[in-house]
């Protein structure tokens, strides 16, 4: 199966900050990357597929990108609302495995 | 609107079986592949098995092989794991999860049921 890394595990930002995510591949997927929001108590909601596309209703303020192996989540302008686990996704294989999760955390 | 809906949670002794099941509605379900991800307490994500629309596919995790069983009643739009041969790791919330297309991601999450294995 493909394994997926996401760096760093935890990060702390201030509102209004700009957010990096990465992740990356064990082999490449074709931008098959999905990245994902989790709050606690809550199921994950889709936020970005094919690397780069905005799922409906998702603030603009979150992009994505990559190619490859290596891919990253923007967040242009941090908001209080955007504190909580982020979490990439393959699915160019059948196991659409997860990165282990990023916890963003506001200041 | 798109609804799923997880059953079938609960304590169970290691070694034990379950059955879990997931209900859907709001969408044609026989025509999306469909898929269990599990979230073990304070950790991450783990996706578990995936299921074909017409029942005829299925794929596991190592994890789980051999172990669990995926499958769908596509008359009933209803989903199920049959978890067997359960260990304390197997410990989870399991999600039931609908794949957004042909090679796609996941547009849609139940809220989950907690599995509990533990003697």
């Known amino acids: 199966d493909i394994q997926m890394t996401q760096s760093p595990s935890s990060l702390s930002a201030s509102v209004g900050d700009r957010v990096t995510i990465t992740c990356r591949a064990s082999?490449?997927?074709?931008?098959?990357l999905a990245w994902y929001q989790q709050k606690p108590g809550k199921a994950p909601k889709l936020l970005l597929y094919?690397?780069?596309k905005l799922e409906s209703g998702v603030p603009s303020r979150f992009s994505g990108g990559g190619s490859g192996t290596d891919y990253t989540l923007t967040i242009s302008s941090l908001q209080p609302e955007d504190s909580a686990t982020y979490y990439c996704?393959?699915?160019?294989?059948?196991?659409?495995?997860f990165g282990q999760g990023t916890k963003l955390q506001i200041k | 609107q798109v609804q799923l809906v997880e059953s079938g949670g609960g304590v169970v002794q290691p070694g034990r079986s379950l059955r879990l099941s997931c209900a859907a509605s709001?969408?044609?379900?026989?025509?999306?592949?469909m898929h269990w991800v599990r979230q073990a307490p304070g950790k991450g994500l783990e996706w578990v098995a995936v299921?074909?629309?017409?029942?005829?596919?299925?794929y596991y995790a190592d994890s789980v092989r051999g172990r669990f069983t995926i499958s769908r009643d596509n008359s009933k739009n209803t989903l199920y794991l049959q978890m067997s041969s359960l260990r304390a790791e197997d410990t989870a919330v399991y999600y039931c999860?609908?794949?957004?297309?042909?090679?796609?991601?996941?547009?849609?999450w139940g809220q989950g049921t907690l599995v509990t294995v533990s003697s």
């Open positions: 709001g969408f044609t379900f026989n025509t999306y592949d």
């Open positions: 299921i074909s629309y017409d029942g005829n596919n299925k």
């Open positions: 094919a690397a780069s």
């Open positions: 999860a609908k794949q957004l297309d042909i090679v796609a991601p996941f547009d849609y």
């Open positions: 082999q490449g997927i074709s931008n098959s």
């Open positions: 996704q393959q699915y160019y294989s059948t196991a659409h495995t």
